[in-house]
């Protein structure tokens, strides 16, 4: 299995500010995902990330609002900008496992709770 | 399309008893399957998969889920249940031929009381 670490592990943001979160795996991937999750509820996609190519976003998600970076096959960055209350919420990053006996499962990192004010 | 419900918020066992969380699943073709765990304040950990083969699958921690395509369930099971199995319990679902991005159920909060 993989192992993900991601920075910060929380943050309280002031409104109109960024953050970047960064995503650190101990292997190489292909695809890096970004979930938003509500606490207590479900997942939801951001976007894909491959390195070398732009980050492919979800219905209801823009680059402009999320801009995410994939400089190399072990490392990613999602930008939450502009931020406003509403974007308070934990951000996970994850990667599918790539080995015999771990494809398609999904390996998550620690999350970053982000709180805005 | 696809699409995985996860019909109880809520799943009160007590402790030594079996358990099992619910999940059914819509899904174009053959289905991939998972189970996810999510304890407080940590992150979601692979629990179990059904890709193909035996219809029952044995994961971490003693949990077990059974594949039935007829009623396109996928439901978690354990024999008995441990306080430190409270968790929230998610299921998930893709298409074995189609897009590579899985869905995920809301959710399942299990107690188990002591």
């Known amino acids: 299995s993989a192992v993900i670490s991601q920075k910060p592990s929380r943050d309280i943001c002031q409104r109109g500010t960024s953050l970047t979160i960064q995503c650190q795996v101990d292997s190489q991937v292909t695809m890096m995902f970004w979930y938003r999750q509500q606490p207590g509820q479900s997942l939801t996609l951001i976007a894909t990330a491959n390195q070398g190519s732009e980050a492919t976003y979800e219905s209801g998600f823009v680059i402009d609002k999320f801009p995410i970076s994939r400089p190399n096959l072990t490392f990613s960055t999602l930008t939450v900008s502009n931020m406003s209350p509403e974007d308070s919420s934990i951000y996970l990053c994850?990667?599918?496992?790539?080995?015999?006996?771990?494809?398609?499962?999904?390996?998550f990192g620690p999350g970053t709770r982000l709180t805005v004010t | 399309a696809q699409s995985v419900a996860q019909p109880e918020d809520q799943v009160n066992v007590a402790e030594g008893n079996p358990l099992t969380v619910k999940c059914t699943y819509s899904?174009?073709?053959?289905?991939?399957l998972f189970w996810y765990v999510q304890y407080p304040n940590r992150g979601l950990q692979f629990l179990l998969k059904?890709?193909?083969?035996?219809?029952l699958v044995k994961g971490s921690y003693g949990f077990e889920a059974e594949f039935n395509k007829s009623q396109t369930s996928f439901h978690l099971k354990k024999p008995s249940a441990l306080v430190s199995d409270s968790a929230l319990y998610f299921c998930a679902v893709r298409a074995s031929g189609g897009s590579y991005i899985p869905t995920f159920g809301r959710g399942t909060s299990l107690i188990v009381h002591p």
């Open positions: 059904y890709i193909t083969g035996d219809n």
């Open positions: 994850s990667v599918e496992g790539g080995q015999a006996g771990t494809r398609y499962e999904q390996y």
């Open positions: 899904v174009s073709g053959n289905p991939y």
